[in-house]
């Protein structure tokens, strides 16, 4: 049984596959399970023991490396093809296996328009990205086994921080789901006064300087733009708690097993992106006729008021990660 599945971007959307691939493992645990993804993207699967060969696709080589990838997977013989992607590339290769059993994933592209745009509301019921990914195995009787997300490390990610604390990711890809840094460093001079936690910031190298304004004590670290992704998840995994915006770092807690505390702004459950079947608490501002404006972010807030973050207050963030470190979620 040869088995493929499709996802090339971006993080988090990789590693909510993580459910996908074990359930998959577990319906056939005989079976050669390969997975393509971008080069860029790889450590967060490089560990994972459910998949047999890696195939990294390189954004430059456009449409030629494109084609040379579909060449090669299309003489391994697939059985199935699980198309978690759902754009251009992934239906691209898609194509190339007219007679094999394949399943691609339901974008719910006219729902989230409704939703987004006008405000109607045709979710019946609220459906997590990773059990929309499952539902691409139903051509081959793969069920949901009720277990979370992972994210395997492998011996190359150390422990760089020996002190109890609580890890703090302020970005996010887009303006609208980034919870403003004052109301940050407000929640930070709290826990500082309360907690005698060490506080790491985290982010990607696109954040690098952007988290200055919140060094304000010797007691906060940090780390953005200096770690390599499976560093940051190493960081992830002993801290006491993760307080983030809707971003991947939230997924990889998650997977990791560590409790987050996550702030939404401009999107909402329907879209499928809140934590995962993990220890989790959500901060929203759910009094908005607003929200959502947007399935993945925008630049700005489209109204001008971005009220969506910023109701949303530091004491209330705060009382939530009490809740959370105290077992009261």
């Avoid at 599945?5 to 359930?23: C, E, K, P, Y």
């Avoid at 703090?168 to 309360?194: C, D, S, Y």
């Avoid at 990791?256 to 901060?283: D, Y």
Wanted: hydrophobic letters at 40%; a positive charge.
């Amino acid at each position: 049984m040869n088995i493929l599945i499709i996802r090339f971007s971006s993080i988090g959307d990789i590693v909510l596959t993580s459910a996908f691939i074990r359930q998959v493992r577990k319906t056939y645990p005989d079976a050669k399970i390969d997975f393509v993804i971008k080069k860029s993207f790889i450590p967060l699967i490089r560990y994972n023991p459910h998949i047999n060969t890696i195939y990294g696709y390189d954004n430059s080589t456009k449409l030629n490396g494109l084609k040379l990838l579909r060449d090669k997977l299309k003489s391994n013989g697939y059985d199935f093809v699980f198309d978690l992607q759902n754009n251009f590339r992934s239906n691209y290769i898609l194509r190339a296996f007219r007679h094999v059993k394949k399943g691609q994933m339901d974008k719910l592209k006219i729902k989230r328009a409704l939703l987004i745009y006008f405000k109607i509301n045709r979710y019946d019921k609220i459906l997590p990205v990773a059990l929309r990914y499952l539902k691409t195995a139903e051509v081959a009787n793969v069920k949901d086994d009720q277990q979370g997300l992972e994210l395997f490390l492998g011996n190359t990610a150390p422990s760089l921080v020996n002190e109890n604390y609580i890890a703090i990711a302020p970005g996010a890809a887009h303006a609208t789901k980034r919870w403003p840094l004052q109301k940050f460093k407000m929640l930070i001079e709290m826990i500082l006064e309360n907690f005698n936690d060490k506080i790491i910031l985290l982010g990607g190298k696109d954040d690098s300087g952007a988290f200055t304004s919140l060094e304000i004590s010797t007691k906060v670290i940090n780390f953005t733009g200096r770690l390599e992704l499976l560093d940051s998840a190493a960081i992830i995994k002993n801290a006491r708690v993760l307080i983030s915006n809707d971003s991947s770092l939230m997924h990889m807690a998650t997977a990791l097993g560590t409790p987050v505390l996550a702030i939404f702004g401009s999107t909402s459950e329907e879209l499928g992106f809140f934590p995962f079947r993990g220890k989790s608490l959500v901060i929203q501002n759910n009094d908005l006729w607003c929200r959502p404006c947007t399935h993945i972010g925008r630049k700005r807030c489209p109204l001008g008021h971005f009220k969506c973050m910023k109701e949303i207050d530091a004491m209330e963030v705060y009382n939530g990660l009490q809740k959370l470190i105290n077992n009261k979620v």
